[in-house]
């Protein structure tokens, strides 16, 4: 899986969107960005997921440059309930490779009032 | 549907004793992976298991061991622990469809003294 690399920290203010950067210039064409984040002492929760396209659900948004060297994850209007560790994960889910994340350090989202 | 449950949620153990956490997947689901994470380490793939087979191995020594059941439930057992072995152990089952994202449980605290 290609290396990503995020930003240790970021703050957000309540209400604003949260653009949360992650460059992962080495990534090869079958591997997917996924992001996950983690809320203090729970599990990472899945986010979304894309490949060329950007991509939108419930959660977030999902921005994919066309050289696919970098995304955006963007939270539309934070909340404090935001407030967690950011992880983007470049990943072939090949058969050999489904269950297996290597996570980085991530991005600290602080949402303030 | 329900989510990943892992049992127990705290353990505390001491110095050259085993410990044995279990890990009940989303139905459906045939993966399932383990992650250690520790404020040092971060977020760690241990292995992974697919059809009672072990799928992928990450690098940790023998002494940390897991299998699956035939109805996807998995344990990992850790054996002769030490205290660098506390830390916050993550169960996590996909799919087996794109996108294969993960889906965690809440995971189990284990404190060695």
């Known amino acids: 899986d290609a290396k990503t690399t995020q930003p240790p920290s970021m703050d957000c203010a309540e209400g604003r969107a949260a653009n949360l950067p992650c460059n992962h210039s080495?990534?090869?064409?079958?591997?997917?960005v996924y992001w996950y984040r983690q809320i203090h002492s729970q599990g990472p929760q899945y986010i979304i997921h894309g490949l060329k396209n950007n991509e939108t659900n419930e959660m977030a948004s999902l921005i994919i440059t066309e050289d696919r060297k970098s995304s955006t994850l963007i939270l539309p209007h934070a909340t404090l309930r935001d407030t967690a560790v950011y992880y983007c994960?470049?990943?072939?889910?090949?058969?050999?490779?489904?269950?297996?994340?290597?996570f980085g350090q991530g991005t600290t989202l602080q949402v303030k009032p | 549907k329900a989510g990943v449950t892992q049992t127990p949620r705290y353990l505390i153990k001491t110095r050259g004793q085993q410990v044995t956490l279990s890990c009940s997947p989303i139905?459906?689901?045939?993966?399932v992976s383990w992650y250690q994470q520790t404020p040092g380490q971060g977020l760690q793939f241990l292995f992974e298991?697919?059809?009672?087979?072990?799928?992928n191995k990450g690098n940790f020594p023998g002494r940390f061991s897991g299998r699956q059941f035939s109805n996807s439930r998995s344990e990992m057992n850790v054996s002769t622990l030490e205290l660098g072995d506390s830390a916050l152990y993550l169960c996590?089952?996909?799919?087996?469809?794109?996108?294969?994202?993960?889906?965690f449980g809440p995971g189990t605290r284990l404190t060695v003294t």
């Open positions: 996590a089952s996909s799919a087996d469809m794109p996108p294969y994202e993960q889906y």
């Open positions: 298991y697919f059809s009672e087979t072990q799928r």
């Open positions: 994960i470049a990943h072939y889910p090949g058969s050999s490779n489904t269950g297996k994340l290597i």
């Open positions: 139905s459906g689901h045939r993966s």
């Open positions: 080495t990534i090869s064409g079958n591997e997917y």
